[in-house]
DNA sequence: TTCCTTATACTCCCAATGGGAGTAATTTGT
DNA sequence: ACAAATTACTCCCATTGGGAGTATAAGGAA
């Protein structure tokens, strides 16, 4: 049974404190979810094979009638965390269903699309009213890991910078869109940001005596996922 | 068979023009994979099913000895699809496996912990260089869709704005880190975005007594995912 | 005190998905 | 003339999603 990269999150949890099944799916959803969110289904089938592996031990606890088993991490199940940590991980990867709904948008009308962005604000606003509670929560002297603030706000500030890009999409797009008269002239086209990224000249890139451009047209645009694993 | 949001991305294409089997596996990672990324033998799936709703008409061509088949859309097609553009969509989901190494980085090494934040960054740089040059092609005289630019503008902004956002993310971090002299001291933390976050007062919380941060330690973090068919 | 609701603590299962392996013809480059 | 890349798919298994189901415990309202 091979680990995933959903086992060392598991994992990851345990090197703070042991926890419950029930609690790790909680945490799972609560904190990690945002940036990898799984079914609650799984989760509760991960620490098992951890315990398999030896990485964790399950202890039995009994509440009255009702049992729980509490995880816990293993020196070895320490060793292998740290293991991962220093592998490289997966790319960053999106799923955003309000992208293709706009990317043929033509097809439709404008307030069709118009309402497409609205959501996506909304979404921003309720993630934004999200993040303000938490702040408010980490900050506060009822926070669980006041040692783990400084690595906490590294995470945090990441959902804010995401929400962010996402608000400041959605409302450029808005604007954008509010001054198209009809849905198909692509005259209308606001182009500077791909003006601009077209003539960005980056380092790294080692010529092969082409334009650069030419070779894009049937080009994949993969993105060298290390696949496999999650 | 019930369509998913990958059935629809199918027929989007197909608004567009008609593909073949092959073409649309190759758009779907080219185009929509960066926001939809899906399985390329889903992708062969897909067509079958439009075509048992006739939503789509399969023609069987032959380039020499070997066959291959052509996909269109039908009238029924269209309808369906602008009824789809209308549906409001799945949030914004994300799978980012660096920021569950950084949320447990107290556990390895700072080495550790910069490196994977300089692999995302070469990761960021890889992108904007495709990024550049997909602008250049857009902007070409070789571009396919030149009736398509100013939505296609709409789509590849956001591209630009995610991965600005998780380069500026980065970037930050690591500076951030690069400051800390052991990974075990949380006053060093910056939290000057957290403690903006808790200031912030945003528009359409309706107060309940409480303090809105007394919520959250048992709160949920659900986004109220729409769930099911992707 | 009783009842109702919510939280805790899981298991089971099927449909959907990922992703690689495999096959073969055709085109392009050396 | 030959090799490599591209076109054009099919097949299949392991993994995942996600809902339904079961049951006890705790907290709050009537």
Redesign the pocket.
């Known amino acids: ?2 680990l ?1 990269t ?1 086992s060392y999150a598991i994992l990851g949890l345990l090197t703070v404190k042991e926890w ?4 790790l799916a ?1 945490q799972m959803e609560k904190s990690i979810g945002t940036y990898w ?6 989760i ?1 089938e991960e620490p098992k094979k951890l315990v398999s592996q030896n990485l964790a031990r399950a202890r039995r606890e009994k ?7 509490v995880y816990s991490v293993t020196p070895k199940g320490r060793r292998a965390f740290q293991t991962w940590l220093q592998e490289p991980g997966a790319p960053p990867q999106l799923e955003f269903e309000a992208l293709i709904k706009v990317f043929f948008a033509e097809q439709g009308m404008k307030e069709d699309l118009l309402a497409t962005l609205e959501r996506v604000d909304a979404w921003v606003q309720m993630r934004r009213r999200l993040g303000a509670e938490i702040a408010r929560y980490l900050l506060s002297d009822r926070a669980e890991f006041p040692q783990r603030l400084h690595i906490i706000a590294l995470t945090s500030r990441w959902q804010l910078e995401f929400t962010r890009a996402v608000e400041h999409w959605a409302r450029w797009a808005r604007d954008e869109v509010e001054r198209w008269k009809t849905m198909d002239d692509p005259s209308v086209a606001d182009t500077r940001h791909l003006e601009a990224q077209a003539k960005a000249v980056l380092g790294g890139e080692h010529g092969d005596g082409r334009e650069s451009s030419e070779r894009v047209g ?1 080009a994949s645009l993969d993105q060298h ?1 290390p ?4």
Chains 1, 2 share one sequence.
């Open positions: 049974m091979r995933t959903t419950t099944t029930y609690e909680q969110p799984r079914a609650k289904s799984k509760y509440a009255g009638a009702r049992a729980r088993t049937k996922n696949k496999k694993g999650s």
